[in-house]
């Protein structure tokens, strides 16, 4: 049977895996939870000096302490850096590495840089005074720092009890990898309430990069949780099975393929071809004829975070050109713009490069600087934010299609500006057409859900779009009658707003 060292996320300890334990030894498995140093006693009680190397060694000397000739290293959250750091060292001891609802830090990365909690972000990267520790957080604190989907009152109540301080250097200290256990065995459990999923990597994997080509490496695997960050309280029985299997080297794998990726595959509508002007960021489809006024426009902004190497960039994918031309054919200029949204932490530059788009539309004569609709995709839609706060005149419509409204608990700090939820109620009346999907990633439907109850207190003007069977970027992925009428009632929308 398989030998678990299991290692904890920020804040907890060894306590944590008590019932996944108990079901692992149940079934026959040796299981050996670390108490990382500083994390099982009573709070204050991690030593001067603890950091990341600290708790690499504490996994060392488990590992070691095994009679068993190979382990299954399992690291939650933040205790993949640990995780990572001693299987390096010992990569013959390793049979896989485990991923629950952890990233996939490199040499040099620091914990710090996933840090979810904006303000201790900061303060731990070097803007404010330095941190010794970083306080567990309270009961109604937790969600900063992941999902809580799942948790019961009992169960946030049973983790904030045992929570203890973090010590600042196990997130400052950069992981040092030589490249040892690059090629061990190894699982991604995903949770699904923080928002990535199978189906979100398979799209992230279908590129010609390093990240592709590990997440379809055949020695890698995935599960996926319906839960939040918190698998071990929420649901320990999945978990532990999920565990076994990974042990056993099941899973899905995602492969490689010559099919076109989904954001590459062809527009839902037949729209006739048409001549595109590129002017900068900014590719402009004109309409037939000229406008007495000028022509009304509309601006789609793709979606991200996208890797600056990505190609064809974002405005030359079939979807964006797709509504642009089917834009231009019914009497509007469709634009697209090629925003710098590569990171998480980059939404203020993308926002800037949007805000370059506008001006540059606005003084093209061909256009009517008076009415303009802006039409977010994906991640791009925590762009919405900015407009919906301050509503400018020009500004007659927006529109969002399968949109992310609030940063999902599993990615990076975000900039507290881009929260289209928060940033609705301040709309007025300001035409918002947001096309929903039944299916969506949970995550991203829960933010959808938040923005339409604030939107519904604050009196915005929602017009809802749903296409109930209808995926995550449907309009390319998807070609069917019920996909192909709801870019069509939107964008019918969009524009009966522009001429009104």
Known sequence: MAVFVLVSGWFTGSWIWEEVADRLRESGAEVHPVALTGMDGPAGTAPAGTDLETHVGDVLRVVDGVAAPQVVLVGHGYGIHPVLGAADRRPERIARVVHLDAGMPGDGDTAAQSVPDQEVRARLLGAGPVLAEVPA????????WGSTAGLTDGALARLTAHAVPQPAGTLTRPLRLSGAAAALP?????????GTTIAVLRVVASGDDPVSRKLTDPAVRFFELATGHWPMLTCPGELAEVLRR????????LTPTAEAPPHLRPFVLEVPERPRERTGRVDLYLPDGAGPRGRPVVLFVHGGPL???????PRDWPG???HARYAAELGAVGAVVDHRLHGFADYPQAAGDLAAAVDLLRADPRVDPDRIALWFFSGGGLLLADALRRPEPWLRCTAASYPVLAPLPAWGPVDPRFRPVEAVGAAGRLPIVLTRVGRENPGIAAGVAEFLAAAEKGGAAVEVVDLPDGHHGFDTAEPTGSSRRAVERAMRSVLAHLRA
């Open 307 to 313: 890797p600056a190497e990505v190609r064809p960039t």
């Open 137 to 144: 957080p309270t009961a109604d604190a937790w969600r900063r």
């Open 246 to 253: 990974s042990a056993a080297g099941e899973g899905h794998r």
């Open 186 to 194: 190894s699982t991604g459990i995903l949770c699904t309430g923080s």
């Open 320 to 322: 964006l050109v797709g």
